[in-house]
């Protein structure tokens, strides 16, 4: 069904015992998939279960393979306001299609490593452009410190970041994903159906990367669960969109749990 607003189709402090992730191997490679989607969209809950499988699957094997469902709000007047949606990240996707010179939103779009979009429900060209992802080394190494919050404000998420070698007016992007998410939809294009989500962004944030290292503090929804909960950080060039490392760590480590 074509976008409702947009042309497209979508047919087709001080810290306390941090804990920390590297982005893995020198030189490796590493995948960061993101998806515009929206509850209001019946083309999407498929692609919502691919993009479940692969972040099981990265999980599973250990593969630095960092999966996030970005919810876009323009399709929040079609009956049914998307929970998880956010202008912000409508926003980002907007930016992405500039960048792609195609001037239209649509969902589910998949973006792998910045550069590589289609169709979120494609798996061959998932499992492709992941594949292909994963044989280029990262140029920027980046590590993360989650602070440890326990017995302070539980409804945000202080992370500390160090990169190497940033690309001039690189941006860090840092997302608090969550998992096993559920709720009935009432209304709008998947009226009656109970839809499961992972990794559904529930906080993002944007920072220029004028230090190699840095603090970014996020506020996080109040229901959410830090045992089934990451922070994602990527490097991105702000003007192509490439990202050129990447890295991931739970939640639940900074929270004491």
């Not at 515009?36 to 972040?55: D, K, M, R, V, Y």
């Not at 989500?197 to 944030?205: G, I, P, S, W």
């Amino acid at each position: 069904m074509t976008d409702p607003s947009r042309t497209g189709s979508n047919s087709v402090g001080p810290q306390s015992s941090p804990q920390t992730r590297d982005v893995g191997p020198a030189g490796g490679g590493f995948a960061v998939v993101e998806m515009f989607t929206s509850q209001g969209c019946n083309s999407c809950p498929p692609a919502e279960e691919l993009l479940t499988e692969i972040e099981r699957e990265a999980r599973k094997e250990g593969q630095p393979v960092y999966a996030l469902g970005f919810h876009v709000d323009y399709w929040d007047d079609l009956g049914w306001p998307d929970p998880f949606a956010d202008g912000a990240y409508t926003a980002r996707q907007g930016a992405y299609a500039r960048a792609f010179g195609s001037g239209g939103l649509y969902t589910p779009q998949m973006i792998v490593n910045g550069t590589d979009e289609f169709v979120g429900s494609d798996r061959r060209r998932a499992a492709t452009a992941i594949a292909a992802a994963l044989t280029e080394a990262a140029t920027t190494p980046l590590t993360l410190s989650v602070e440890d919050t326990a017995g302070s404000d539980e409804h945000r998420v202080v992370v500390d970041y160090q990169t190497e070698r940033p690309p001039p007016r690189a941006v860090l992007n840092v997302a608090v994903v969550e998992r096993g998410l559920e709720n009935d939809v009432p209304r709008g294009e998947n009226a009656g159906r109970t839809l499961r989500q992972d990794n559904v962004v529930r906080a993002f944030t944007s920072v220029g990367l004028d230090a190699p290292s840095g603090r970014v503090e996020l506020a996080v929804p109040p229901d959410l669960d830090p045992g089934q909960a990451s922070v994602v950080g990527y490097v991105q060039h702000h003007g192509n969109k490439a990202i050129v490392g990447a890295t991931a760590v739970a939640v639940s480590v900074g929270r004491g749990i």
